[in-house]
């Protein structure tokens, strides 16, 4: 189980795209069911934007817990709570395997872009299950990078696809992990499940921009490309010409890309 290496790290090119991530955009499919005075576990919640939306959310008496193993968006998201000075949410330095909450803690747990790093993922939702009160909600959203539509198909960008579930993989998670989301659910036991997709997609300059520019940066820099040579999966080489097909494909005419993001939410014993 503690083998698995998270895939991007904490590069300031990752934690500057998640963090521009919202409720809104991120928990749409969760946040009727969210009300006050719910008290919410986010697992994995990185920089902590979405953390203090769903605090901000569950207001008046509701309250949020983030929890993440990196200290450093841990460090990151207090920062951001500082900030804002939104009272009801706190972050802490722990495992979403053994968060160290007692049982039957929250009413709901949340959790988004996790699931796909772990090697162990229905344990995860197993400890979400344990720390849930009786018809507690577990709500989680996970990409699925094998149903991604790319055009044109530029083999420096085919490349990156494979390059990216490849290392995925080599660390223990699953680049398509939103299609097995529902199975995974269901293994740990969860009941009344409710299946729903949306999708990313790009299409206009802004979009094509900030996607193309954010993973030219990120395969040179972050974790995903370090790895990605460790594991002999690419060379210094292959990883200079992905990066500028990233940036040549953001002005090619009729650029496009999009992908599915499954949510799924299920109800505790
Ligand atoms: C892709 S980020 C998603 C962050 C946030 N939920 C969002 O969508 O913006 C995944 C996060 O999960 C965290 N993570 C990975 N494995 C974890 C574990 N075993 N326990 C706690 N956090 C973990 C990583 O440190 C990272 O911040």
Known sequence: MNSEKYTHGHHRSVTRAHSIRRASDSASFVLPR???PMRLLDFGCGPGTITIDLAEHLLPNGSVVGIDNSSTVIDQ???????KGTQNVSFEVRSIYETGYGAKTFDAVYAHQVLQHLSEPVMALSEAKRV???????AVREVDWGASALWPPDERLLAFLDVYSRVAA??????????QLKEWFMQAEFSDLEVTTSNWSFSDQNGLKWWGEQ??????????GKRAI???ISTNHDLEEISQGWLDWVNTPGAFFAFIQVEVIGVSG
């Open 34 to 36: 969210l009300k006050s």
């Open 77 to 83: 998201a207090r920062v951001r709570l500082d900030q």
């Open 132 to 138: 849930l009160k009786p018809r507690g909600i577990c």
């Open 170 to 179: 080599c660390n223990g998670g699953n680049a398509s992990a939103g299609r």
């Open 215 to 224: 993973w030219s940066e990120r395969i040179l820099h972050s974790e995903l």
């Open 230 to 232: 460790d594991y002999g």
